[in-house]
């Protein structure tokens, strides 16, 4: 397994604040890792500082052995650092198909836009819905965003995040707001990305992280206090006071 992610030292401090603290973590191709803590932890910080939204104090990022820490979010995600985010933004009012598009376009870039309109609109539809299919999203091509249940929003969230062809995923939250019943979905689509791509889950629902992940990182106040298989994050009693016992299981 190559290493694609490398945090080292990973410091943030907002004042007297410090919300990550010390941060070293790795993610290898094929990765499937959770991110798991109490509300407050410094999870979506952590992805904050990892896709650039977020300027660290110290300490580094590199992407396939390049250090990220000078660029921006923009050029981070076109090296392949992607994120999605705890609160959907999606554009409710346009289709599917328009609202994958819209990053596909993006990273066509500038000379894309000199195609003539009506071969410009073919080779991004064809590509959008290579994107959906394999994810079991084809037939939902032409819907409005705001008319899909909400579990299926997020879906659409997660294939966006795939169109800049990342090179690392960081999904904060996809089940967030999701009811119960649909968070079956989630998993199903979750087991249907490409399985050479680093996925870091930041994820509240035990089942799920359980269920998807390989090995479990708990960051606790800003610090990664564990990380190891979920068999060993469940039998660990340190854990299961702080974080299992507040969650309430
Ligand atoms: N821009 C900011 N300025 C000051 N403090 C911040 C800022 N952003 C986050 N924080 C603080 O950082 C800490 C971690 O917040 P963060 O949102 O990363 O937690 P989280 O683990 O994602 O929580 P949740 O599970 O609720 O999503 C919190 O104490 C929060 O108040
Ligand atoms: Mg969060």
Redesign the pocket.
């Known amino acids: 397994m190559t290493e694609r992610l490398r945090l080292s030292g990973l410091t943030k401090s ?2 007297g ?1 410090t ?1 990550a603290s010390q941060i070293d973590l790795s993610l290898n191709s094929g990765d499937r890792a959770a991110l798991i ?12 500082l990892i896709s650039g939204a ?1 300027a660290a104090s110290s300490g580094d990022i590199h992407l396939d052995g390049v250090r990220m820490n000078a660029l921006d979010q923009a050029s981070r995600s076109r090296l392949g650092i992607v994120r999605t985010f ?1 609160v959907s933004r999606l554009c409710r009012d346009l289709s599917v198909l328009e609202n994958v598009s819209l990053p596909l376009i993006q990273r066509h870039g500038a000379a894309f836009r000199l195609w003539p309109s009506a071969r410009r609109d073919r080779a991004i539809e064809t590509e959008a819905i290579a994107l959906l299919e394999p994810l079991g999203l084809a037939d939902r091509a032409g819907r409005r965003v705001g008319e899909l249940a909400y579990g299926e929003q997020r879906l659409v969230e997660i294939a966006i995040a795939l169109a800049p062809k990342p090179r690392v995923l960081l999904l ?2 996809p089940a967030a707001g999701v009811p119960e019943g649909e968070s079956g979905v989630i998993l199903d689509l979750l087991s249907r990305l490409p399985a050479d791509l680093p996925i870091l889950l ?1 994820e ?1 629902d035990m089942e799920l992280v359980f269920r998807f992940a390989r090995r479990v990182i708990v ?1 606790v106040a ?1 610090a990664i206090l564990f990380e190891g298989t979920p068999a060993e994050v469940a039998d660990n009693q340190q854990i299961r006071e702080i974080y299992f016992g507040r969650a309430g299981h």
Not at 37 to 48: D, I, Q, R
């Open positions: 907002f004042g604040l919300v803590g109490p509300n407050g932890a410094g999870k979506t910080t952590l992805v904050n977020l705890q904060d939250e930041i509240h960051l800003g």
